[in-house]
Structures are given as structure tokens and as C-alpha cells.
């Protein structure tokens, strides 16, 4: 009997302790063992898809996403931490300690190596790791999409560029980044106990949306160029320039420099990203006189003819002598412009008065955000009338003691030029092909004589003698005004050596297409806008004028230079590149390791695509379809490969 209830006892204890056991698993640690399963069987990939591509006005690509490798092991399968270190660092060119801290992480299943690598690289290591005695797989090649520029820094400060992550930081990338950017998708692959796996997809990846820009490449190299040649010349490291459209603000170029490669942005130092068209203010000098005059004029009071004793040199108001840059007696208003007399300024915002000028001022829009759409934009400094001096309006009358961005003067002389309409400039003209509504223009207060009157007399400028006569362009006319503003340093004032050269006008006079901005900083022994700036001007406007087939008003249209087949695609290869998903290569195509690849009769996406497969992307001239390649077919790859485009049947 005795045995008998041991026996029963000690069953009763075994089925207590099951059921006990049976309450642990089930109810206690129910949550952590449900966890710990779902990590087993179950795991979640992100699915990555393409940014937008970024599209200039004539349909040529300036950004586009490609899928490139990247580089993760799991750490936990690594059993030579420093045999494999020392072969990632031999075919990736990663950091050796870097790269065995992260391979002797304890526990972890996922560690990045290198982010959206060389394919070429990627593939031959591929090749050696598969040829490792490991008993489990711990290298893995993840898909990812890659930012490229394919024109490199054309146009870079506008483009902006993107992070590791496809995040855009910095331009128009990180202004567009809510349209531009893709949205990541979501497998759930499924494991069971015999490894065999079933894929769910929960969420599809959707591709950006694609941008088309006013801003036109080619415009935008003249203005590169022609900068660069400035900046040379002039002995200058820093610049900009506007080129706009004075009808609809449609930017067609925005150039700063000294410029960056998008595709590499942490090559430089940051400073060097800032776009100086729209954030860096400057005092505007001479070019801010045509506001003045425009003032001046709308009073009735003074006329073209008006004259204007200019104090042959200099003249004291309040005190303080204020001198011109060269004697000056009696003047008319127009050669107060055409010689840029800040005495004769002076006295011309005297004949407008305080109220007036000021008005006049704010009405250009001077003090205010022009609403383009780019980031980083500086409104400037412009105080109220309540905290001037008694001398304040005299300085303001030829450019001083006020700070303007060059995309503000762009603005204001557009406005003149287009009858009285100010515009707000953008750079963005559609969203998937969809029409972005552009801003309602507003009009001045001017009258239409005045703003002939101004047109007529910043015409007298570009006349020889006058201080733009450099920025003259054989068969156009020209109106503008030069400006030559010393520079304020932090703490030590206006400092003699020290200056911004700048050029502001329009082109036709007539009937004006182009509204050019030319600022550089710091110009020596070439200071004053005239020499400095002024052929910038011109240079820009006689290139452009001729690509956009704008006749001269005193040459026949057969002694000037056809039209670049090359700047024109057809609307084939605008829908082409348009199109929002990559498209795939095609098969008469094929790629060897270390061989330039046959590219003719691809689109520009498609060479891109190509080209992306051992990691090189072509430099492309023109839009359309590749009817020309540098090297050839066939040649050892030794550079980057040349492409030039022509619209089908170009």
C-alpha cells in the first residue's frame, strides 16, 4: 500500500510539474516564445524603388536612380573574423579595423559593409567568397538604388543631392524630396522547419515622381562657362549668375561657383553647396540705380533731359562727404546713369522722395522672399523707413546700406523689362508631366512711360563710353547697369581693395527673352562691374540668344549659326525619357569586365542603365537617342565614356 501511494504521489508530482510547465510556455512566457518564433520563421525585406528622375527642359536627364549593389554579412556565421575582414578590405577598399569590429559583433544577424558599391567590385568578390570553404552562407548582396548625376556639377547647386538613404539634402532633391522620393515596399518571406521559404509581398514599392525643370543644359553650361571665363579674368574665386525668363520667371540657368560634383558632395567643404543666386545677400551697388531712376521718374517732376549738378566729385549732406568715383559737373539723367555718377543718384533720390522711394523699392520687391522654389533662399535686408538716418536714403539711391540676392535684381529688372509685370521665378514646370500652376503676376506701380523711359535709358549704358560697353552683343540691343559695391567685413566696415563687381540687364531690348545676372565677389585687379561682370553678360546672352533661334535685329537669320540638332528631342524621346520606370537593357547589348560596351541607338536612360553594370556612367551631350561614342566599341575602358545624343531621324 505504501509503494502503491509513492507511486501515485510521484505521479501526481510529474503531472504537476507538466502542467506547470505547460502554464510557463503557454500563459506566463507566451509573448516571448510567440517573439522569439516569429523571429525563426518569419522575416520582413524592405523592397526599394527608384527616386524620380530629374528632367530639364528639353527632356535631358540631370538625376536618375540605378540599381547598384550593396554589401552585408551576418556576423554570427564569420568564423575568421580577420581572414574575412582582410578579403572584404582587399575587394571593397574598406577600412580593415572598421570592418573586423563589425564581422566580431556577438549576436548580430545584419551588418552593413559597403552601401551601394562598384558592381564590377561586388561581383568579383562575389566570385571568391563562393569560392571559400564555409559551411554557411554570411555574405550577401542587397539591391539598393543609386543617385546619379550624369552631367556631374552642371547645374549641381539647383539639383542639390541625395544621402546614403535616397534622402534628398540639400537643392531641389531636398525641396521635391515628399514627390521626388520612392516609397519602400515590404516582403514577409516565411519559413518552415525544412528551410523552405514562401514569399508574401505585404506592400508594393512605389517609384518617385519624375520633375521637369525650366532650367535648360545648355544655357546652364553657357552660364557655367562663362562664369569660369569670368571669374579667370577677373582674378575672382567666387560668383554668380541668373539667367531668366522675364515673362513667366522661368529659370534657365542658376550658376554659383566654385561649383561641386553632386555624384561625391562630401569631396568639398559644405560651404561650397550653398547656392549664392538665392542665399547669400550682397550690397547691389550700381545696379540697384535703375530702382532709383525709376522713382525719380514716376514723380513727373524729372525728366531724360533733366540736369544735374554733380558737385564734380563729391557732395556733402549731413555732415558727411560722399564721393563719386570720378569728377563729375552738370549731368543729364541719362548720362547720371550711363556713367553711373553716385553724386547724380544721390540727387535723383532726393527728387523722389523718402515715402516714394521707398515704395518704389518694396514694390520691385526688395526686403521680401521671391517664392522661388528651392530651398535656402535669403530675403535680404532692407530696413524701414522708421530707423533711417537722415543719410540712409542717400546711400540707398546708389546701392549702399541695403542687401539684395542676385535672384531678387533678376526679378526686379525682369519687371522692367516686361512692361511692369513681377513675376515669381521658379524652377520646377512639371510633375509627371502635369503642369505646376505658376504664380499670378502682380503689377507695379509704375507708369508704362516710365518703365520705357528706364528701358530706353539703361539702353545708353551699353554705349561706347558708357560703363557696359563690354556687355554689348553684336546684332542685339542691350539694356543694364553695372555695379561696382564695396564689400563690408565683419567688424572692419568698407575696406578699400575689397569689392562685388556685378552686371544686371536684358536682351532684345525690344522684345526681351533674357534677363541675366552677373555677380562676382571679390574681383582683383579687374574690380568694377564694367570689366568684371559686364563680359559675362555678354558672352551668356550671345551663346544663348543663338541657341534659342532669336534673330538679330540688324543680321539676316542665314549669317548666324544653325541650331545644334543635338538641343532638340523628339517627342519620342521625350516620352522615352520620361518614362518613370527604368527601362531594361537591351538584349543586343552585352557588357565584358574592363570593355566599353556599343551604347549607339540606346535613349540617355538606357546608357545610363548599361553603363551602371560595371560602375561608370556616361557623360552626355544633347538628347534624343546615342549616335556617337568616345572610346569606340570594343576599346579598353580606360575613362569615362562620351556620349552624344540626336532626336530620331537628327
Request: proline content about 7%; aromatic content about 6%.
Amino acid at each position: 500500500m505504501t509503494r502503491l501511494a509513492l507511486c501515485a504521489t510521484g505521479v501526481a508530482l510529474w503531472c504537476l510539474i507538466v502542467v506547470g510547465r505547460l502554464v510557463w510556455v503557454q500563459v506566463l512566457d507566451h509573448d516571448d516564445y510567440v517573439e522569439r518564433a516569429t523571429r525563426q520563421q518569419q522575416r520582413v525585406h524592405d523592397l526599394d524603388a527608384p527616386r524620380g528622375t530629374i528632367f530639364d527642359a528639353r527632356g535631358r536627364i540631370l538625376a536618375v536612380s540605378v540599381e547598384v549593389p550593396s554589401v552585408a554579412v551576418d556576423p554570427r556565421k564569420v568564423a575568421d573574423p580577420a581572414a574575412i575582414a582582410s578579403l572584404l578590405v582587399d575587394g571593397l577598399g574598406v577600412e580593415y579595423d572598421e570592418t573586423v569590429a563589425t564581422l566580431e559583433q556577438e549576436g548580430r544577424a545584419f551588418a552593413w559593409i559597403q552601401r551601394k558599391g562598384d558592381p564590377r567590385a561586388v561581383e568579383a568578390l562575389q566570385a571568391r567568397v563562393d569560392k571559400l570553404e564555409t559551411k554557411e552562407r554570411f555574405f550577401y548582396q542587397v539591391p539598393e538604388h543609386k543617385r546619379i548625376y550624369p552631367f556631374g556639377p552642371l547645374a549641381a547647386h539647383v539639383l542639390g543631392f541625395v544621402g546614403t538613404d535616397n534622402e534628398g539634402l540639400h537643392g531641389l532633391e531636398a525641396r521635391y524630396e515628399a514627390t521626388v522620393a520612392s516609397r519602400k515596399g515590404q516582403r514577409l518571406v516565411l519559413r518552415d522547419g525544412r528551410a523552405g521559404q514562401l514569399h508574401l509581398e505585404t506592400a508594393a514599392p512605389r517609384p518617385g515622381r519624375d520633375l521637369h525643370l525650366t532650367i535648360d543644359a545648355t544655357i546652364q553650361h553657357f552660364a557655367e562657362q562663362a562664369l569660369a571665363n569670368g571669374l579667370e579674368r577677373s582674378g575672382a574665386d567666387r560668383g554668380s549668375v541668373v539667367v531668366l525668363d522675364p515673362h513667366d520667371g522661368a529659370v534657365l540657368a542658376m550658376a554659383s561657383a566654385p561649383s561641386f560634383d553632386p555624384n561625391r558632395p562630401l569631396a568639398v567643404d559644405p560651404t561650397m553647396w550653398r547656392n549664392q543666386a538665392i542665399s547669400e545677400a550682397f550690397e547691389p551697388g550700381s545696379t540697384f540705380k535703375m530702382i532709383t531712376l525709376a522713382s525719380a521718374l514716376e514723380t513727373g517732376a524729372v525728366g531724360e533731359a533733366t540736369v544735374f549738378d554733380c558737385g564734380m566729385g563729391g557732395i556733402r549732406l549731413g555732415g558727411i562727404r560722399i564721393n563719386d568715383h570720378k569728377p563729375f559737373g552738370a549731368l543729364t539723367v541719362r548720362q547720371v546713369i550711363a556713367k553711373s555718377s553716385n553724386v547724380g543718384a544721390i540727387k535723383l533720390g532726393q527728387a523722389a522722395g523718402r515715402d516714394r522711394f521707398h515704395a518704389t523699392v518694396t514694390g520691385f520687391g526688395f526686403g521680401a522672399l521671391t517664392g522661388i522654389d528651392l530651398p535656402g533662399e535669403s530675403r535680404g535686408l532692407l530696413r524701414r523707413p522708421s530707423s533711417w538716418q537722415p543719410i540712409t536714403p542717400a546711400y540707398l539711391s546708389f546701392g549702399q546700406g541695403l542687401s539684395v540676392t542676385p535672384l531678387q535684381l533678376a526679378v526686379a529688372y525682369a519687371a522692367v523689362a516686361n512692361d511692369g509685370w513681377l513675376v515669381t521665378p521658379r524652377v520646377v514646370d512639371r510633375i509627371d508631366g502635369k503642369k505646376v500652376p505658376v504664380a499670378e503676376r502682380r503689377m507695379l506701380k509704375l507708369a508704362p512711360s516710365t518703365l520705357a523711359t528706364v528701358r530706353d535709358i539703361l539702353s545708353t549704358v551699353i554705349a561706347e563710353g558708357a560703363t557696359g560697353r563690354k556687355a554689348a552683343v553684336d546684332g542685339y540691343r542691350v539694356a543694364g547697369k553695372t555695379g561696382t559695391a564695396e564689400k563690408a567685413l565683419p567688424g572692419r566696415g568698407y575696406v578699400a581693395g575689397h569689392y562685388i563687381a556685378g552686371f544686371t540687364g536684358f536682351v532684345p531690348l525690344d522684345s526681351p527673352r533674357l534677363v541675366i545676372v552677373v555677380s562676382i565677389d571679390e574681383p582683383w585687379p579687374l574690380y568694377n562691374g564694367g570689366d568684371a561682370a559686364a563680359p559675362v553678360f555678354a558672352e551668356i546672352a550671345s551663346r544663348s540668344l543663338l541657341y534659342l533661334g532669336v534673330s538679330p535685329a540688324d543680321g539676316p537669320r542665314e549669317h548666324w549659326p544653325a541650331e545644334d540638332p543635338d538641343s532638340h528631342a523628339t517627342s519620342r524621346a521625350k516620352s522615352q525619357l520620361a518614362a518613370r520606370d527604368i527601362e531594361p537593357m537591351r538584349p543586343e547589348v552585352t557588357t565584358e569586365p574592363g570593355v566599353v560596351p556599343d551604347l549607339t541607338g540606346l535613349t540617355a536612360r538606357e546608357a545610363v542603365v548599361v553603363t551602371s553594370r560595371f560602375g561608370q556612367y556616361p557623360v552626355l551631350h544633347g538628347s534624343g537617342f546615342i549616335a556617337r561614342q568616345e572610346p569606340a566599341p570594343g576599346s579598353a575602358y580606360e575613362g569615362p565614356i562620351r556620349v552624344w545624343l540626336r532626336p530620331e531621324g537628327g
